[in-house]
């Protein structure tokens, strides 16, 4: 089992930049794959980006390729999306969560953070 802690979220103007940061508890992260989720009012939750055990393969929404990149930390059991060229339509509230195995549907992942709001101005 592990546990997510969200954070980094903020206020940002368009084009700016945000590193948003998950920290998970527990000893089994590296054995977890680990997602980028978000949710803006009135619309369901859409993927963004996951990343592999390793960090060697990484996977995006054709939204955020090219602007936001996921990483991962498994000594600090941390795994982080740097969100670069921001838009409005980037305004939401991101979730990170964990799954066994690449996907894109929120619906394979088992665990998930609390959510950190970031909203970007126009």
């Known amino acids: 089992q592990v546990q997510l802690v969200d954070s980094g979220g903020g206020l940002v103007q368009a084009g700016g930049s945000l590193r948003l940061s998950c920290a998970a508890s527990?000893?089994?992260?590296?054995?977890?794959?680990m997602g980028w989720f978000r949710q803006a009012p009135g619309k369901e939750r859409e993927f963004v980006a996951a990343i592999s055990l390793s960090g060697r393969f990484t996977d995006y929404s054709s939204s955020v390729k090219g602007r936001f990149t996921i990483s991962r930390d498994n000594a600090k059991n941390t795994v982080s999306l740097q969100m670069n060229s921001l838009k409005p339509e980037d305004s939401a509230v991101y979730y990170c969560?964990?799954?066994?195995?690449?996907?894109?549907?929120?619906?394979?992942?088992?665990?998930w953070g609390q959510g950190t709001q970031v909203t970007v101005s126009s």
């Open positions: 969560a964990a799954t066994l195995h690449m996907s894109r549907n929120a619906v394979s992942y088992d665990y």
């Open positions: 527990g000893r089994s992260f590296s054995t977890y794959v």
